[in-house]
């Protein structure tokens, strides 16, 4: 599977962005896929993931409420759609594809990643 993360930008605080991650590969729709985001100086976190059917999904507590993750298999995407945005979102964000067949948060269970793409959030 190959990821590509799209859709990351300047935006002020309490904006939305909605992230996108392209996919290529036959077993994309049989993978579960996480978001994941890295500050300057921190390690990279979990953020959100849904399962291959798209029927379950799990969140950060962080980011509960806020952000919403969908996908389209037919179009081998998924998304990440960012409301109320704060300063302390900003981070590079990553899209990641496993086969393992639970909610994954730890960067160490998924096998596939995309390169990441800039959300900067200003107060």
């Known amino acids: 599977v190959q990821l590509q993360a799209s859709g990351g930008g300047l935006v002020q605080a309490g904006g939305s962005l909605r992230l996108s991650c392209a996919a290529s590969g036959r077993t994309f729709s049989s993978s579960n896929v996480g978001w994941f985001r890295q500050a300057p100086g921190k390690e990279r976190e979990f953020v959100a993931a849904i399962t291959r059917s798209g029927r379950s999904t799990y969140y950060a507590d962080s980011v509960k409420g806020r952000f919403t993750i969908s996908r389209d298999n037919a179009k081998n995407t998924v998304s990440l759609q960012m409301d109320s945005l704060k300063p302390e979102d900003t981070a590079n964000y990553y899209c990641?594809?496993?086969?393992?067949?639970?909610?994954?948060?730890?960067?160490?269970?998924?096998?596939?990643w995309g390169h990441g793409t800039l959300v900067t959030v200003s107060s």
């Open positions: 990641a594809a496993t086969s393992l067949g639970v909610l994954a948060t730890s960067t160490s269970n998924y096998e596939y």
